[in-house]
């Protein structure tokens, strides 16, 4: 099993409220990804990260923010939450090998009232 | 367009029935391909990998192929348990940049019945 992981796992919070969702992997990947999901669709990758200091927007536009100011820790931040982030957010991790495999965390289930 | 399409959406069988996931792709350069197991609730898992050379994985009694002449892959699972019941996905890679980015079907939703 992956070292990564996702704290919290389920987050129900009203309208307007910042929220911080975190993710750390203890396997020293310099890659790390957030991706979001809803209920039988594909996973979507919102924002990404080479490395240290470096984060990237993905494929599908996302109010939210990444830092990755450690290598180990990559979290995601929604300043003022809306139902429509209502949806599981998953964190993987890379290590770069030439197959790129990706590790995935447990996911949080955000909902917003 | 890069695009992982599965089939059936949802499958239903019967504890100690085999069945098999279907995977069509549209990504190219292609890397590889993979079949992931989703619990409910929890982070995809790996099942297997397979890359342009090779035709076929096993993993227990997971057995996955691939054809990239015809760009497709299918996941055979035999001797199906209760613990199967889950959402399997097939993702692929491709060559074209260092992120190694992932194209994710929407994943075949298996139920074992008992």
């Known amino acids: 099993e992956a070292d990564i992981y996702q704290t919290p796992r389920y987050l129900v919070i009203g309208t307007g409220k910042k929220i911080t969702l975190e993710c750390s992997q203890t396997?020293?990947?310099?890659?790390m990804y957030w991706y979001q999901q809803d209920p039988g669709m594909e996973l979507h990758l919102i924002h990404y990260?080479?490395?240290?200091?470096?984060?990237e927007k993905g494929d599908l536009s996302s109010e939210s923010t990444v830092s990755r100011i450690r290598t180990e820790h990559f979290p995601l931040t929604l300043e003022s939450a809306r139902p429509s982030h209502t949806s599981q957010y998953l964190c993987?991790?890379?290590?770069?090998?030439?197959?790129?495999?990706?590790?995935f965390g447990p996911g949080t289930r955000l909902t917003v009232t | 367009k890069n695009q992982v399409e599965q089939s059936p959406q949802s499958l239903i069988i019967l504890e100690g029935k085999n069945c098999t996931l279907q995977?069509?792709?549209?990504?190219?350069?292609?890397?590889?391909l993979r079949w992931y197991k989703q619990d409910t609730g929890r982070g995809p898992v790996s099942l297997t990998i397979?890359?342009?050379?090779?035709n076929t994985k096993s993993n227990g009694r997971y057995t996955a192929t691939l054809d990239a002449d015809t760009k497709q892959s299918s996941l055979h699972i035999t001797a199906s348990q209760l613990s199967d019941s889950a959402s399997y996905i097939c993702?692929?890679?491709?060559?074209?940049?260092?992120?190694?980015?992932?194209?994710f079907g929407r994943g075949t939703q298996l139920t074992v019945w008992p």
């Open positions: 397979m890359t342009f050379s090779e």
């Open positions: 993702v692929v890679s491709d060559r074209g940049s260092t992120l190694g980015r992932l194209y």
């Open positions: 993987a991790s890379s290590g770069g090998d030439s197959t790129y495999e990706q590790y």
């Open positions: 396997m020293g990947h310099d890659k």
């Open positions: 990260s080479y490395g240290v200091n470096s984060t």
């Open positions: 995977c069509n792709y549209t990504v190219s350069p292609f890397s590889n």
